[in-house]
């Protein structure tokens, strides 16, 4: 069962990831459509009912920021999840800048990929909700110096870059750094990179 409506369109080059991710899906009552690159779903896209659309980074001919690009540029609103399996912070906040909901790292659990796919869904949806108060609030947890490490990450920088530009040791960046995700409820990377942007916790300035 699943507690947010909406159809999902899986579009992924490797057949083998594409019908294991719509099976899934599937299975919890969702109607799904799968599609094997980019162009294949622009020419369908402006047709299809709002649903969660799960873009590969990388395929042959094609872009999943790109194909993201495109549809907020035709105004269809389908929320977007980035699947890649090359996830960086960078990838990160430039997906989410442009508007995707969410990037999650290649190979995922269902687990992971149906949470994703719950909060796509619910993006938008709800008047009262609010992902950026709600964002903010996780925020407000940290300390000024678990704050001020976040911001660096989320700016792709490494614990040795931050380390000297703080006048710490690795360690105790390290230390900041799991004890910021750990209070804001992030596992990952690029889910730290949402919550940070959504709260407006931008990145720093390149020193």
């Given at each position: 069962?699943?507690?947010t409506s ?8 490797d ?7 719509a099976?899934?899906?599937e299975e ?8 094997p ?8 896209a ?6 969660c659309?799960?873009?590969d980074?990388?395929?042959p001919g094609s872009c999943?920021l ?6 907020a ?10 699947m890649?399996?090359?996830a960086?912070v960078?990838?990160a906040?430039?997906a989410?800048k442009?508007?995707?909901?969410d990037?999650i790292e ?10 994703c796919v719950?909060?796509?869904?619910a ?5 009262t909700s609010?992902p ?16 001020e ?5 989320v700016a792709?920088r490494q614990?040795?870059e931050i380390?000297?530009d ?12 799991c004890n910021?995700m750990?209070k804001?409820?992030a596992?990952?990377?690029p ?9 407006g916790?931008h990145p720093?300035e390149?020193?």
């Open positions: 069962m699943t507690g909406g159809a999902c369109y899986v579009v992924d080059d057949p083998t990831l594409r019908d294991a991710v099976l899934l899906l919890t009552g969702r109607h799904v459509r799968t599609f690159n980019g162009a294949a779903f622009l020419r369908l402006g047709a299809l009912p709002r649903g659309v799960l873009l980074i990388r395929m999943g790109g194909i993201q690009r495109e549809l540029q035709r105004g269809l609103p389908h929320p977007v999840v980035i890649t399996a090359h960086s960078a990838l906040v430039q989410m442009e508007g995707a909901c990037v290649k190979p995922f659990s269902a687990e992971a990929l149906l949470r719950e909060a796509a869904l993006h938008g949806q709800a008047p609010s950026g108060a709600e964002a903010a609030s996780r925020l407000g947890r940290l300390s000024a110096r678990e704050t490490v976040l911001r660096h990450v792709g614990n040795k380390a000297r703080l006048g710490l040791s690795p360690r105790t960046v390290e230390s900041y750094r910021a750990g804001i409820g596992t990952s990377l889910e730290a990179v949402r919550i940070a942007l959504e709260g916790l720093l390149a020193p």
